[in-house]
């Protein structure tokens, strides 16, 4: 729109009224900046008013909630234990540093709650730590006694007060009640500490906060009650604490505290006592104001009151100054005004002037005649929408019509009519107009009604536009990115909510500020009873101590963490495992300001896999060999029982078919059955002879069953096997042992008959060849009936040997000595061409045995081998010792009888001991010889092996149980006598009797007990010898009647040097062994002698 | 001449032993059992008893016992069941601890005991 056409002279009228307009407004603008200022400087210093007191009360509440947090501190420390030691409680209060961080507070304590009972042993406790001056005071008897048990530092002030019981005190109690019911933190009302003394006494306080039986609900009074433990409290120096909360005092305003209502006994404080804060007599504060309080279970007001200072920067001389020198300066630019006109008045140009503000303004302008529709624009309107003047003409509100968006038509429309009741307000309305480009460009299109017709209507309405384009966009990019933002919210929000796992958020003090819903799922807390708690509140006190420390390490390099494990106890006191992630929270100068992240319930998982754990450990150490299979029978998987049983490890099984470890003694058939009946879903059992690495074969009892998967498929095969090897050998041992138990019964029972019957056969023979009158021809028949008689009896005796009905003759006898002894005998039973070596050990190898057996088993065994030598050969003995673990010597003794004839098949193997098996010729053999060895070497309780190959030779093995060194160092004469394998042997007897018979008769049947027995034939040879051996000897066993000094008077010499036992045997009747003396204690057997008698009175006497 | 007495329940051993030492020279009576022998040396004076030990109404031990007991200056042989068997071995022991003068085994060698008699009955002489 073209500049308005103003007339020249107009402007001049204008500019010549200038220097008066300037007087003029200069005064009023000076005058009302005075009232401005004035008005400004008191509501200046009403809002720094506020602002002090509002920062006053702001500093008080904060230290009150820091002293809050160190209390809760304390009791989280003392709730995580079930017992707080000294030691410990003092390095927690000494790392708060109170005396530096928190002046006022004079320490933290700990009053425990106590019954009478209680109080006696929190006394003896206490006094038990070196503190034996620790009383519960003030004494007398009360119902319930609260007693402070720990106070730190302990210094001379907090000592005042350790042991003191705080509940007997009216406003302590109060306090202390109020705590225990409400579950927070209470401060007492004000009061003098027992810290106090006569010097700078200060008015008091105490915090306290109630401490409960962890694992005891507390959400109701009665619940607090019953769990209460005692309190942490802390006491306080009110004035030390206020200065210390301020370190210096605010100067311009004063403030005093109360506890209730504001009257003077209720003051806790007053700030106007320091000496900053006095007031000057006479002084008014320019403002006071009093602010309530409500916390910590206690109310009162905090008074304010401005100081001198205050009032003296807020003073109005300033202002009324200030009015002064605007009047003088208004004065001056008048003046200056008037000097000016002429030349101002020559130099603008109203026109240009205006031209190049709105030039300035960059707007396009318009004039509408709101009555005939015709506009007025200037270049800059037509430039905004890409056109130029000229392009537009003619111009009209049609035309702006049309460049406007049809949508914002209604809207500017509006606004118009709004602008016509309300012209105060001008019109205003963004519309969208269209660009010559075809773009939509935004505009914002102002104006007012500048003249109106007489009948009230708009007449001409004057206005700019302005391309508001690129604020537009970024109003519209806002808008986009935050209904984006908006919709990632709620997408946000939506994934919290159906996610299980839990979100958090820390502040910097781990207390929570944020945690999503689903905690109640896991924990059964809600939000609210997390937050504000830090997670150590919810954990052991070693696993809180355990993820602080953790946590500690990772916010020092203000780290995230990933999977960090933790366990969380719910409310219901079950520990949960989390695995938390989480990212620091970072304010703009790299301060830690918190965490936030994420917890996830693991604990399922984590039991899961430590029973999985569990049962792969179960199966992999199980001591029974176990193997798994995939349905094709590839072996995926074995235990180390099946490594140690078959000898090949687990890389070498995994991969193979089980087939690998067949023997091949199996048939074929047997295992199409095996897999007919696993692959059909069935278990199978039975027994597998299988083979080793190392080609030995073993018997397994095995169990293989399929596994299915899901869909019921057979997806693996578990076989779970047994080495019943041992099992087998020892069944088959059982099975010949009782064979030949049986056989042995038959066969001792047969041969007693026989031998009766041999007997008469052989007497009748023997009566016919003596009678005369006989044939040589018969007597030569009756030679052969006493041979064959001679053959049967020889049979017979043989078969008596195999019942194993012998009476051993067991003695600890050196088997290379029997070996060397029986060789004399070996080569009788020998032919020439067979020749014998020995490899016999240089060092004694001693036995349990009968030697006469022995030399029978040799003998035997000799002939055995002789007869499967015919054409001659090599007969080689060994004797050595075979380490064999499990027996209790832990070493065997071994013969090995190996000969290089013909051999024997696995056949005649198994059979060699049975009795009547035989190879040889009918007549050459009794088929008793090997059954003989077997029953001998099976009574010593050793074993046999045979081990052959046909036209190689055979070797037996005897094995039988060594005695230790420790017995056969005892050996005296070679060899000790000792009854199977306990040495009874704890000394030597003495026998002492003149009949020499009846002497050995006990001597051997002593032996054979086991005892060392030494022989005497009289009196006078006992004594000898008992003083030979001295004291070896007990008892010693004595005829009565003797030659050569009786048995009484051998009593009475020996009772001088020793008390050794007596046991006396007589054939006489008593009066005459009566007549010998007085026999002591000593027992007294009759003739003739029962020797088991005798023997237990040997024991007796012994023992 | 000496007179001995031969105890043993089969009758066939009686007979035989009787045959073989009366041919020595020796007069012989026999016994079947224990108790009928101990009868016997009431009524005549041995210089030898030969008896077995399994026997029905009273066993040669217990022969030995009583024969001992009373009269020791006559000579006991025992004949015990077959071979070096455990309770043979316990009877020979016993046997010869009650006091005979020698314990013979089955099946009997009957030159041995002729020889055994004859070193027997020196003793007593």
Redesign the interface.
């Known amino acids: 729109m073209a500049l308005m056409d103003i007339k020249k002279s107009e402007f001049l009228l204008v500019t010549k009224m200038v220097p008066t307009t300037v007087l003029c407004t200069s005064l009023i603008v000076t005058l009302a900046i005075g009232v401005l200022l004035n008005y400004n400087f008191k509501q200046r210093a009403e809002s720094r008013y506020k602002n002090i007191t509002t920062d006053i009360y702001e500093n008080i509440h904060e230290r009150m909630h820091d002293h809050e947090m160190i209390l809760l501190g304390a009791k989280g420390f003392c709730n995580a234990r079930p017992s707080v030691s000294r030691a410990e409680f003092k390095n927690y209060v000494n790392s708060l540093r109170l005396d530096e961080n928190c002046p006022g507070i004079l320490g933290i304590g700990y009053s425990a709650w106590l019954s009478p009972l209680e109080k006696e042993a929190t006394i003896t406790a206490v006094r038990a730590e070196g503190l034996t001056e620790y009383d519960i005071k003030p004494g007398g008897v009360r119902p319930r006694y609260t007693g402070i048990t720990l106070i730190e530092p302990f210094n001379w002030r907090n000592k005042r007060a350790f042991g003191y019981d705080m509940y007997t005190e009216p406003v302590r109690r109060v306090a202390m009640d109020r705590a225990l019911d409400s579950g927070s933190v209470v401060l007492t009302g004000k009061l003098t500490l027992l810290q106090e003394t006569e010097q700078d006494k200060q008015i008091g306080l105490i915090m306290f906060a109630p401490v409960y039986q962890p694992g005891v609900a507390v959400d109701t009074i009665e619940g607090r009650r019953k769990a209460i433990r005692g309190f942490v409290y802390s006491p306080i120096r009110i004035k030390d604490y206020i200065y210390g909360t301020f370190g210096t005092m605010p100067k311009e305003v004063g403030f005093d505290i109360y506890i209730g209502g504001v009257e003077e006994s209720n003051l806790l404080f007053s700030s106007f006592e320091s000496e900053r804060t006095t007031v000057p007599k006479g002084y008014l504060p320019d403002y006071s104001s009093k602010m309530p309080f409500s916390s910590y279970g206690i109310t009162g007001y905090i008074v304010f009151k401005t100081l001198p200072s205050f009032t003296y920067y807020f003073a109005t001389w300033l202002t009324n100054l200030i009015v002064i020198a605007g009047i003088v300066a208004s004065l001056l630019l008048t003046l200056y005004a008037r000097k000016r006109q002429n030349q101002l008045l020559a130099v603008l140009s109203n026109e240009t002037r205006l031209t190049n503000i709105i030039h300035g303004t960059n707007a396009g302008t318009w004039e509408w005649n709101v009555q005939t529709g015709t506009v007025a624009i200037n270049e800059r309107w037509a430039h905004i929408i890409g056109y130029t003047y000229a392009e537009l003409e003619p111009i009209s509100i049609d035309s702006w019509v049309s460049f406007t968006h049809p949508e914002d038509l209604a809207q500017s429309s509006l606004l118009l009519e709004k602008h016509y009741k309300e012209p105060s307000e001008p019109y205003h309305c963004d519309i969208r107009m269209k660009h010559k480009d075809g773009t939509w460009i935004w505009v914002s299109d102002w104006g007012s009604v500048t003249r109106w017709t007489d009948d009230g209507k708009p007449l001409i309405m004057q206005g700019v536009h302005i391309d508001i384009s690129g604020r537009k966009q970024i109003e519209l990019d806002l808008q986009h990115a935050n209904s984006i933002a908006d919709k990632s919210n709620k997408l946000l929000y939506a994934i919290v909510d159906t996610m299980s796992d839990w979100l958090w958020e820390i502040d910097a003090n781990a207390r929570v500020v944020y945690c999503s819903p689903q905690v109640v799922e896991h924990l059964g807390y809600s939000p609210e009873e997390i937050i504000g708690k830090t997670p150590y509140d919810f954990m052991y006190p070693a696993e809180a101590a355990r993820v602080a420390e953790a946590f500690r390490k990772i916010s020092l390099e203000k780290g995230r963490f990933s999977n960090m494990e933790q366990w969380i106890l719910a409310k219901d006191g079950t520990s949960i495992l989390f695995s938390s992630n989480g990212v620091p929270i970072v304010d703009e100068e790299g301060r830690i300001q918190g965490y936030r992240g994420v917890n996830k319930n693991i604990t399922n998982q984590y039991y899961n896999e430590s029973r999985l754990k569990k049962l792969s450990y179960a199966v992999e150490k199980c001591p029974s060999p176990i193997l798994i299979t995939d349905r094709e029978g590839v072996i995926e998987f074995v235990n180390e029982s099946f490594t140690t049983l078959t000898g090949y490890s687990e890389t070498e099984a995994i991969g193979q078919n089980p087939r690998f470890i067949k023997s091949g003694e199996m048939t074929d058939e047997f295992y199409t059955s095996l897999w007919k009946t696993i692959s059909r879903g069935n278990t199978w059992k039975g027994e597998l002879h299988n083979r080793r690495k190392d080609g030995s074969l073993y018997w397994v009892q095995s169990i293989i069953a399929p596994l299915h998967d899901a869909q019921g498929v057979i997806s693996h095969y578990v076989s779970i096997k047994e080495d019943i090897t041992e099992k087998r050998v020892f069944a088959e041992q059982l099975l010949h042992a009782q064979k030949a138990e049986t056989i042995g019964a038959l066969a001792?029972g047969l041969?007693?008959e026989l031998?009766?019957i041999?007997?008469?056969i052989?007497?009748?023979t023997?009566?016919l060849k003596?009678s005369c009158c006989l044939e040589p021809k018969q007597q030569q028949y009756l030679t052969e009936i006493a041979t064959a008689?001679n053959d049967a009896?020889a049979i017979?005796?043989g078969m008596?040997?195999y019942?194993r009905?012998?009476?051993?003759?067991l003695g600890c006898h050196d088997l290379v000595a029997l070996v060397k002894a029986a060789g004399v005998f070996i080569e009788q039973v020998l032919r020439e061409d067979i020749i014998v070596s020995k490899d016999l050990p240089e060092q004694p190898v001693f036995v349990l045995c009968d030697p006469q057996l022995i030399k029978q088993v040799l003998i035997n065994l000799a002939t055995n081998a002789r007869d499967a030598m015919p054409n001659g050969g090599g007969l080689h003995i060994t004797v050595g010792t075979l380490s064999c673990p499990g027996t209790e010597e832990g070493v065997n003794a071994q013969i090995t009888v190996t000969d290089d004839g013909e051999g024997m098949d696995e056949f005649t193997q198994k059979r060699i001991f049975d009795p009547f098996f035989t190879t040889k010729e009918v007549g050459k053999g009794t088929g008793l010889g090997m059954p003989v060895v077997f029953g001998i070497i099976t009574q010593h309780r050793g074993t046999i092996t045979v081990q052959s190959e046909l036209g190689k030779g055979t070797t037996f093995r005897l094995q039988l149980p060594v005695i230790s060194a420790a017995v056969t160092s005892d050996v005296t004469d070679g060899t000790i006598t000792c009854l199977d394998t306990v040495i009874k042997k704890a000394g030597s007897l003495l026998v002492v009797d003149d009949n020499e018979?009846?002497g050995k008769?006990?001597s051997?049947?002593l032996s054979d007990a086991g005892y060392h027995v030494i022989l005497a034939v009289d009196g006078a040879d006992a004594y000898k010898k008992f003083m030979e051996y001295d004291e070896k000897i007990s008892p010693i066993i004595t005829d009565v009647i003797m030659p050569n000094k009786n048995g009484k008077a051998l009593f009475d010499e020996i009772c001088i040097h020793s008390n050794v036992p007596f046991i006396f045997m007589s054939g006489h009747q008593q009066e005459i062994i009566n007549s010998q003396g007085d026999f002591g204690t000593a027992r007294v057997l009759l003739k003739?002698?029962n020797?088991a008698e005798l023997l237990d009175v040997v024991g007796a006497t012994i023992c | 001449m000496e007179r001995i007495l031969v105890i043993d329940d089969?009758k066939?051993?009686g007979?035989?032993?009787k045959?073989?030492l009366e041919?020595e020279g020796y007069t012989v009576d026999t016994a079947l059992d224990g108790a009928a022998g101990m009868e016997l040396t009431n009524n005549f004076s041995y210089q030898l008893v030969i008896t077995d030990v399994f026997m029905p109404q009273k066993d040669g031990l217990e022969v030995l016992?009583e024969l001992k007991k009373n009269n020791v200056g006559m000579g006991v042989i025992v004949i015990t069941?077959?071979?070096?068997?455990?309770?043979?071995?316990?009877m020979i022991?016993?046997a010869?601890?009650?006091g005979a003068d020698r314990v013979l085994t089955?099946?009997?060698d009957?030159?041995h005991l002729i020889r055994v008699v004859k070193d027997v009955l020196e003793l007593y002489h």
Not at chain 1, 805 to 809: E, G, H, I, P
């Open positions: 001792g041969a007693h031998n009766n041999l007997s008469i052989g007497g009748y023997l009566l003596k008689v009896g017979t005796h008596l040997a019942s009905k012998q009476n051993l003759n018979k009846l008769v006990i051997e049947y003739p002698i020797l | 089969n066939h051993v007979v035989i032993i045959e073989l041919a016992l069941g077959s071979g070096p068997t455990a309770a043979m071995g316990n022991r016993t010869s601890y009650m089955k099946p009997l009957y030159e």
